[in-house]
């Protein structure tokens, strides 16, 4: 997946400390089963009507932070040290999950979680409980997935991995949240699937005006269409800036775009590396 011409002028753009911030974590701190800490201090913006991107590998904390701010970590008995949340500016403190999804939040979790019993149609009813005024437009979804309508009176769990996880987006946008947290929506997808996902992503944000803030491994399909971008390794934010910025660092480049690794398409993380304790501008 590559940048477009259109991509490169949307991507110079920064997150001004004068933006207004759908999404701000300061300083988070998550443990799991009380012993188990994977959030060291993480703290990040997201500003109204931009999409930032959360890169890192696998256990770096880029689900769990997610989850800490839908409300979901009681119920993998996680829960928040210290640390403040706000989303449109308003501290959600320990705010179930049901609740923040009225307030306009949407977590499209990891392996889509539809209800594969249910049709098409009736994942979409479902979605629209979250509604907090207003009637559901399913015509709105529909037009940006039109297999689902083609599909929408089939079984959600008979349908393709990409269908499935067009549904769970399709899902999260009949409540028209304002903000949409979004989990690896790549995961396991053909790469010609992936970029039509991506490039829907991207139109809804940009005529929605919906502010996404969008976990990814796919480094190269998340910085396509983000504005922003956060690397976690170990719960940590160990690099941000503009994605122009990003995808020129060399250090991006080798750890997360393979390049210059020796192996085509070979990701390597930060912490496999004998100096990266010796790197000490990434741990500022």
């Known amino acids: 997946m590559t940048l477009s011409s259109s991509h490169a002028v949307k991507n110079t753009a920064s997150l001004s400390r004068g933006a207004e911030d759908t999404l701000s974590v300061e300083n988070l701190e998550v443990v799991y089963n009380h012993t188990i800490q994977v959030l060291k201090g993480l703290s990040l913006r997201v500003p109204q009507g931009q999409i930032v991107a959360l890169l890192g590998s696998n256990g770096a904390g880029k689900s769990t932070t997610l989850k800490a701010i839908s409300g979901l970590l009681p119920l993998e008995r996680g829960h928040i040290e210290t640390g403040r949340i706000q989303i449109m500016g308003k501290d959600i403190g320990n705010s179930p999950p049901h609740v923040l999804a009225r307030r306009g939040l949407a977590h499209v979790r990891e392996g889509r979680c539809i209800f594969a019993d249910l049709t098409v149609e009736e994942n979409l009813i479902a979605g629209s409980y979250a509604l907090a005024s207003g009637k559901p437009d399913y ?32 899902r999260a946008l009949v409540a028209r949240p304002k903000l949409i947290l979004l989990d690896e929506p790549s995961l396991g997808l053909a790469p010609r699937v992936v970029a039509e996902i991506f490039g829907i992503i991207e139109r809804v944000n940009r005529e929605q005006g919906t502010t996404i803030l969008l976990v990814e491994q796919n480094a190269v399909a998340a910085l396509g269409i983000a504005n922003y971008g956060y690397i976690l390794e170990e719960g940590r934010v160990m690099l941000d800036g503009t994605v122009d910025a990003l995808l020129s660092s060399p250090d991006v480049q080798r750890f997360y775009l393979g390049h210059g690794t020796g192996d085509a398409g070979t990701m390597q993380s930060f912490r496999t590396l004998k100096h990266y304790k010796r790197r000490k501008r990434w741990l500022s």
């Open 139 to 170: 015509e709105m979804v529909y037009a940006y997935f039109p297999r689902l309508k083609e599909r929408r009176k089939q079984r959600a769990g008979f349908l393709s991995g990409g269908e499935q996880q067009m549904l769970a987006i399709g």
